[in-house]
């Protein structure tokens, strides 16, 4: 088993990529509102962006944020996703490159994690779900499984219907950027918010460790243009919101104790284990 240290430890896992509209990360990039969905585009324009999951030790808490791909997404893309999400954000995976697999490197099995963290439920986070399902707790935000959020194209319910979800205990907290956060082991180590922008349920999360702090945005933010210049992704639950997210991450990467801001699709951020 991985040797823990007094740090904390991040082990970057790339789940293979997917090819996307480039006004996925950035609806800025293309003219037309609906310009993500890939519809009416040339596939030869998509740009391809990693799709990563992200392990955690700390302070003897074991947590596995998001899922990725299945490692199905390898050998039947088209089968597992069905078309229409297949065909907005096309996998590219080689076999051995799913979470059960690399937790495996690191000689944990997913019983072993203290719990996963969905930041939301879209494809290219929650495909692998089924891989990690004898993990002690699966959490999700409340909102994300809401009939209106949930019953759009944009989900496939297949991805957990064997998962039994705990709901983050979000509570009144003046300091997040929507008022509420969850302490989710009650020491302060690892804090979700919640962030309602690029879906209903959304959430960052922080993890906290002597007076540091790494922050996994989830979609909040695909990579350093989105925070430094506020620039909007293409899909988006509420604009207002996603502008809220998007200051709030850049303030949070401006403070002094900021070891490094993780977004799920930042090509910047390299596979591989981080400490601080
Ligand atoms: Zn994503």
Known sequence: MLVMSDMAIIDVMKTGSTLVS?????????????????????????????????????????????????????????EHLGFSLWFASEPVMAVGESVDHQLRQLDIEPKDLSAVLMTHLDCDHASGLHLVKDAPAIYVAREELDDKNIKSVRYNEDFWKDIDFTFYNMEQDNNAPFWKSCDLFGDGTVMVYFTPSHSAGSVAIEVNDGGRFALFTGDNAYNRHSWEDIALPGPIYNKDNMRTALEWVQKESRKEGCAGVYAAHDPEIKPGLYEF
């Open 22 to 78: 480039p006004a996925v990360p950035d609806r800025g990039a293309r003219k037309s509102s609906i310009a993500y969905t890939g519809l009416f585009q040339r596939r030869s324009k998509r740009i391809e962006v990693p799709v990563k999951a992200f392990f955690v030790a700390v302070a003897g808490h074991r947590i596995l944020i998001d899922t990725g791909w299945s490692s199905e997404c390898a050998t039947r893309p088209r």
